[in-house]
């Protein structure tokens, strides 16, 4: 008899300020954000190279933007694969805004604490 592997699931860390995909159980990567009033900044993606090469990246930014909608919120994609992720994915047009140099001293203010 043939196991199949669970499909993958993400999680909303709020402590950690972001969003975790799991294989097994296992911490494959993460979409890490910070929260400024109604927008959701996405400034870092990261898929663990054991993990390379099976779409997560993508089902894990699809699910943490699906999860920020519903939240209200708005999207500023920092991240390049963010960036990359909306372009290929106008559905989520409607909720971004742009990167602006005072959001970028933000989250360099908010880093740092």
């Known amino acids: 008899m043939t196991q ?4 993958p ?6 402590p950690k300020h972001r969003y975790e995909i799991l294989v097994d159980g296992e911490t494959a990567g993460l979409a890490a954000y910070r929260d400024r009033s109604d927008q959701r900044v996405f400034y ?10 099976q779409g997560l990246a993508s089902l894990l930014v699809q699910q943490a933007l699906t999860d920020t909608r519903a939240a209200g919120k ?3 994609p920092v991240c390049p694969y963010v960036a990359k992720f909306l372009k ?10 742009p990167v602006t140099p005072e959001v ?4 360099e203010t908010v880093h740092t604490r």
């Open 4 to 7: 199949h592997a669970a499909a």
């Open 9 to 14: 699931t993400v999680r909303r860390v709020d």
């Open 44 to 53: 870092h993606t990261e898929i663990d190279d054991a993990f390379a090469g």
């Open 74 to 76: 708005r999207i500023v």
């Open 88 to 97: 290929k994915h106008p559905e989520y047009a409607d909720m971004a805004d």
């Open 104 to 107: 970028l001293l933000w989250l």
